[in-house]
């Protein structure tokens, strides 16, 4: 028997997810109220979003958050009535509740403190919206609490209705009870609730799962059809719902019939997914979507990577042995190469998840910074249905935040700037997201002032990361605008000035194994292009040897391989060595000397040389020779080893044995520190043969 406890607990995680995902609809849609224009059905689903958490929160008795989200769902319902699009104070209003609310259900989630003052001043804000929408004198008077379950106003003559509801034999597959449903009925008003039994088969037949009872309700409420059908909104599609208004004779009180009385349980949790549903055509909806923990997906995942680990060690013993059913052998093989393949595929599918979960964001950060910095700004998100891994998505939130807020900051410029340049006062901030070659590219562009490359280098000096007789490339000096701590604003505000958003973007960026380019016009703008591989788990790899170890090289990072010719070859400092490709100057690491093995090709000419780029800089991987490109299943090595330099994971090959996943970024990090205490000796050596050569004339010359 499964514990209460745990159900309530199961039950209150699916009410917080759900709650969240219905902000995040409310808040996209209030967005699209704040241009100006009457929009019925966006004002509906932010309405419907409101009232189905304010629902959700009374079957948890969260009366803080039914107090709170009442009054924004009166102002709501005030905003129905009118053909007027809602004032801009009021979408102000109303986004701070939406903040507040995400606040509180986080504060309800984790248990933590919630700030009651601050609580209590929106409330009263959100009060004096609700008059000023309503047509009343706005009142600075703290908003009275609302209960937990607010019924309809006591009336004299109270309206009678007649309510028959059937439900359909599986309305419990969805997730509903009728029971909960009668009790949100009865929070309008006192109801009277009579038991149909006419399709109530004989006791063998029963079914625990299936619903044989129906309902006959008398309801005694001042309240209108519509908000009756709302308490039935998200199961209308599975029952045979009849409401008939029953008008009282003229001048006879209505009765007081006795509340609903029932076996305690939670109310409904309404669902905003549920709600918004319900406004499109009725029809009869299947459950085609389940909630399924991360962990249970990743477990999955990781068998059929073991699956496919063990199909490729079946392949490679095909080669080696010779039986007579080997053409049977050989059959059956491809079957399951090509029956895994698909399985994995369709696994990892699971893990998909369209772009939009982070570019949703994205109105409201550049309206409220628009507003704040006094800019005006047209928003174009394009490719939201672009699918990428979970974890991936998760990780690429905060970096594209980074740059967004970089770009509105520092890219735009303000109507008057733009102006007096000969633009239009609105400036253009693009965020685009598409598949190709395998990866996801993302790209933020906007129209603004563009990169100031001479400001930058200046900086630069200022703060110590370069010298003002250094030569610096266009490449390297907007290469500075990454590095830790740098930033070119005049003074530090809540917005930017910081020096701690591009750098932590490229470096979370290149954790989740992608790459990001900067390309700017002077008076034109500034394009930030991000790379990502489609998932972590799985990696298009470039298998290489060095000595007797193999080691795979992500294909997002190769940008070409190569048989080195004597004559690029180049040494700098003694120490340094470069490659000349097509006149640029390319750092070769000896992969060997960073992991300390045995290697059969020392010398530069006439070897292999794997081109990658790391931080929108080139460098040359040296290689004894260059085997398959296959997918490899990544292992993790810091939970089943530990960490280590240079290296992001291991994966099992065909024979058994593992093959280390280099961490391109890691790797030339770990190139640079060598050649720099390889420069650091050489230069101590010369310094020292120099004194001795001096002292030595000096003792020639005495």
Avoid at 365 to 374: A, F
Avoid at 659 to 672: E, F, K, R, T, Y
């Amino acid at each position: 028997m499964s514990d209460p406890n745990q159900l309530l607990n199961q039950l209150r995680e699916v009410f917080f997810q759900e709650a969240e995902e219905g902000l995040e609809v409310a808040e996209a849609g209030l967005i699209e109220l704040s241009n100006g224009t009457f929009d019925l059905e966006a004002l509906n689903s932010v309405f419907r979003a409101i009232h189905s958490i304010k629902g959700g929160s009374g079957t948890f008795g969260l009366t803080r958050l039914i107090e709170f989200a009442h009054t924004a769902e009166a102002i709501l319902d005030a905003l129905r009535s009118q053909d007027n699009p809602p004032a801009t104070e009021v979408v102000d209003g109303l986004l701070l509740s939406v903040d507040h609310l995400r606040a509180m259900l986080a504060a309800e989630r984790d248990g933590s403190d919630l700030d009651s003052a601050r609580t209590q001043d929106l409330q009263a804000q959100l009060q004096v919206l609700l008059s000023l929408v309503q047509g009343g004198a706005p009142s600075s008077a703290t908003a009275a609490p609302v209960t937990a379950a607010p019924a309809a106003p006591a009336a004299t003559f109270a309206t009678e209705w007649s309510i028959e509801f059937l439900p359909h034999t599986d309305l419990m597959a969805f997730g509903n009870d009728p029971i909960l449903l009668l009790r949100e009925l009865g929070s309008l008003g006192p109801c009277r609730v009579e038991a149909i039994l006419d399709r109530l088969p004989s006791f063998e037949q029963l079914e625990p799962d299936s619903i044989h009872l129906g309902w006959r309700i008398n309801l005694s409420a001042a309240v209108e059809e519509a908000q009756i059908r709302d308490v039935f909104a998200w199961v209308e599609s599975e029952t045979d719902l009849n409401i008939k208004r029953v008008e009282p004779a003229a001048g006879r009180p209505a009765t007081e019939p006795a509340p609903i009385t029932a076996p305690t349980a939670p109310k409904a949790i309404p669902s905003a997914a549920r709600a918004m549903a319900a406004a499109q055509p009725q029809q009869h909806r299947e459950a085609s979507s389940i909630r399924v923990s991360t962990d249970k997906v990743d477990a999955l995942i990781n068998l059929v990577g073991e699956l496919v680990i063990t199909q490729s060690m079946l392949s490679q013993i095909e080669k080696e042995v010779q039986i007579p059913q080997l053409d049977r052998l050989r059959d059956g093989l491809a079957q399951l190469k090509r029956n895994t393949r698909e399985l994995q595929d369709s696994v990892m599918q699971i893990r998909m998840l369209p772009i939009k979960f982070v570019f949703s964001r994205f109105p409201r950060i550049v309206r409220d910074l628009t507003t704040k910095l006094g800019k005006k700004v047209d928003l174009q998100i394009l490719g939201e249905d672009t699918e990428l891994d979970k974890t991936l998505l998760e990780g690429v939130a905060d970096p594209l935040v980074h740059i967004v807020r970089n770009a509105l900051d520092h890219g735009l410029e303000t109507p008057e700037e733009r102006l007096a340049a000969g633009k239009p006062e609105t400036g253009s901030l693009r965020i685009e997201a598409y598949h190709q070659g395998g990866d996801v590219h993302i790209k933020v562009s906007d129209n603004g002032r563009g990169l100031n490359l001479a400001g930058i280098f200046k900086k630069a000096v200022q703060v110590g990361l370069v010298k003002a007789e250094d030569r610096l490339s266009d490449a390297e000096i907007v290469d500075l605008l990454f590095a830790p701590g740098f930033s070119t604003a005049a003074q530090v505000s809540d917005i930017s000035g910081r020096g701690v958003g591009l750098d932590v973007a490229r470096r979370n960026i290149q954790n989740l194994g992608g790459t990001v380019e900067v390309d700017s016009k002077p008076g034109k703008g500034t394009t930030f292009s991000i790379r990502l591989p489609l998932t972590m788990a799985i990696l298009d790899g470039q298998l290489v040897q060095v000595g007797s170890q193999i080691y795979i090289i992500p294909l997002v990072a190769i940008l070409e391989s190569l048989l080195m010719g004597s004559a690029h070859i180049r040494n700098i400092a003694g120490q340094q060595e470069v490659y000349r490709l097509r006149d640029e100057p390319v750092p070769v690491i000896r992969l060997y000397d960073i992991f300390g093995v045995p290697a059969e090709r020392k010398t530069l000419p006439n070897s292999l040389l794997v081109v990658v780029e790391s931080g929108g800089k080139k460098a040359g991987i040296l290689v004894d020779d260059l085997l398959d490109q296959q997918q490899v299943v990544i292992k993790s090595l810091e939970s089943n080893y530990g960490s280590v330099g240079g290296v992001s994971g291991a994966t099992i090959l065909g024979d058994g044995t593992v093959a280390l996943i280099l961490d391109v970024p890691g790797v030339v990090s770990l190139a640079n520190r060598q050649a720099r205490r390889a420069n650091d000796e050489w230069g101590t050596r010369a310094a020292r043969s120099q004194a001795g050569t001096a002292s030595g004339a000096g003792r020639s010359k005495a």
